[in-house]
């Protein structure tokens, strides 16, 4: 019997040493630690809690990548006015006007040139890079910024634009651009030109949606007078940027359907 409690009694103590000790090694294990000193994950109160995107909807959406290509620059002059300017200083001009006015919005806008040079030693080359510096940035609407020669008559004049397809995305954006620069009024509109009337390697290339601007006619004396003038190149550049928010707007109208 003795022996009985003698047992018993060595057994609570060992239990009650055993349970100091444990209280001891929880109380040192240090705030926030995702492990015990003994190996054991310990689940912090914050694993519990569902951890919210710090980024909102709208700053997480990607933006819509706009590539505007001021057309020709450097040794390629592109054509030359009758009034004796060159074509590459029209469409940079223009160009750098419309993106001001499309920085405004909430779009990333980049360009092929924003100074007077050439992308390549030839034309090849520099179209080449053109298409490469939209289709590296992903971009969704490529514009295309000129203008027109004609040697054979200073009387042809007007807006053309240029696309692939009917009833393509590019179609689309050339619609908007066309009615814009039409409603301006400084010129003719002539209207949507495709490529089986003749191909254009921008708009072959180059993966967004795209067209290519002719402004008017640089042989022709009113459009050259007008497209010369700042206030004409502001207008154009003003009209340019409503047709692209058209599009958009049409994207996204599409997109809610």
């Known amino acids: 019997m003795r022996q009985r409690r003698r047992v018993r009694k060595r057994f609570y103590v060992i239990m009650a040493f055993l349970v100091v000790f444990l209280c001891i090694l929880l109380a040192n294990i240090p705030q926030g630690s995702s492990e015990s000193t003994l190996g054991i994950p310990v689940m912090k109160q914050e694993d519990n809690v569902p951890k919210s995107d710090p980024k909102s909807d709208s700053e997480s959406a990607k933006k819509l990548?706009?590539?505007?290509?001021?057309g020709h620059g450097g040794h390629d002059v592109g054509g030359e006015s009758i009034l004796g300017f060159y074509e590459k200083d029209i469409n940079l001009k223009v160009g750098l006007l419309l993106g001001k006015l499309l920085e405004k919005g909430d779009y990333e806008i980049i360009y092929t040139r924003t100074s007077d040079e050439?992308?390549?030693?030839n034309q090849k080359e520099d179209l080449a890079a053109r298409c490469n510096i939209a289709n590296r940035a992903n971009a969704?609407?490529?514009?295309?910024?000129?203008?027109n020669i004609d040697k054979s008559s200073s009387k042809t004049k007007g807006?053309?634009?240029w696309c692939r397809f009917p009833k393509q995305k590019g179609e689309e954006l050339?619609?908007?651009?066309?009615?814009?620069?039409?409603?301006?009024g400084y010129t003719r509109d002539r209207g949507i030109k495709y490529e089986a009337e003749g191909g254009l390697f921008v708009l072959q290339n180059t993966n967004a949606a795209a067209a290519?601007?002719?402004l008017g006619f640089l042989s022709n004396n009113g459009d050259s007078a007008f497209l010369q003038s700042a206030e004409g190149q502001a207008k154009c550049a003003e009209a340019m940027a409503k047709a692209v928010e058209d599009y958009i707007s049409l994207l996204n109208t599409t997109a809610m359907d």
């Open 65 to 70: 990548v706009i590539c505007l290509d001021p």
């Open 118 to 121: 050439a992308k390549g030693q």
């Open 140 to 147: 969704d609407i490529f514009v295309s910024i000129h203008c």
């Open 159 to 161: 807006v053309e634009i």
């Open 174 to 184: 050339a619609i908007c651009l066309d009615k814009q620069l039409a409603e301006v």
């Open 212 to 214: 290519v601007v002719e």
